[in-house]
Structures are given as structure tokens and as C-alpha cells.
């Protein structure tokens, strides 16, 4: 094993992390929202319905840190909660337009910020991630047996 190596990835990783999450906050602060607030509603977009604790689960924030968000969305006008048919107690959230607008907005532009890296071949761009995919499922498993 090349630990030299394997290190040299991982700090590529965080730097790329980095630098993607800077440029999306960017876009994100530029229309008033956090990048928080933006995963929530992105994520709601992906699956719409989700309740509270859904979706504090998905952008890994717990849950009454994801209420806050929650209450600041519904104020924004960019979320809703409604009941759910099969559980009376559990709320859905659901998008509103201006939530989808928002949220189609500041991605689309943080996307085209990103169109530099379509100078990269496309096959490259799926070799790496296959290896992505290898490795997370690598640390997954690894992580699994340790518990």
C-alpha cells in the first residue's frame, strides 16, 4: 500500500470538496439562502414528502436542527408542511414554486460555474468515479466491521 498515495488523494478529495462548496455557497448567499436551506429543498426535490425526520436524516443534520431550517423555509415561503394520509402525526414537507425556482436557480448556476471540468473526457470522468464509488464502499464495509 502507498500511504504517500493514498494520502495525496485524500487531501485532493478535500480540496475539491472545498473548492465546490465554496462556490456553492457563494451562489447560495447571493440569493439569500444557506447551504443548508439549499440541500434541504434540493433534496425535497429528489424526494418529495419527506417528513422532518427524513429529511434531517438525508442532509444529516439532527432533527431539531432541521426544524429551525424547517421554520425559516415555511417562512420563506419555500416550503410546506402537510399532513400525511397515513400517519396523522408525521408532517410532510413539501416545495412550494418559489422553493423549486429557488433552488433550480442557485444550482443552475453553481453548475455552470463547474463547466470548466467538462474540458475533462467523459471517460476519465466515469473511471473516476467508479473508483470513488470503490473506495466509499471500501471505507463503508471497513467501518461496518469495526462497530
Known amino acids: ?12 478529495f478535500r480540496t475539491m470538496q472545498q473548492k465546490i462548496h465554496h462556490y456553492l455557497q457563494e451562489e447560495a448567499t447571493k440569493r439569500d439562502i444557506t447551504t443548508v436551506q439549499l440541500f434541504s429543498l434540493g433534496t425535497l426535490k429528489r424526494e418529495p414528502h419527506l417528513t422532518l425526520g427524513e429529511l434531517a436524516e438525508r442532509v444529516r443534520v439532527n432533527k431539531s ?22 400517519n396523522r402525526r408525521a408532517l410532510n414537507l413539501q416545495l412550494t414554486q418559489e422553493g423549486l425556482a429557488k433552488v433550480d436557480e442557485t444550482y443552475d ?16 470522468l466515469r473511471a473516476m468515479l467508479a473508483t470513488h464509488d470503490k473506495m466509499i464502499a471500501l471505507l463503508e464495509r471497513k467501518g461496518e466491521t469495526k462497530q
Open 109 to 124: 448556476v453553481f453548475f455552470n460555474r463547474l463547466e470548466a471540468v467538462l474540458e475533462i473526457d467523459s471517460e476519465e
Open 65 to 86: 436542527t432541521m426544524s429551525g431550517i424547517v421554520d425559516r423555509l415555511v417562512k420563506a415561503n419555500y416550503l410546506t408542511r402537510g399532513r400525511d394520509e397515513g
Open 1 to 12: 500500500m502507498d500511504e504517500k498515495l493514498i494520502r495525496e488523494v485524500v487531501l485532493s
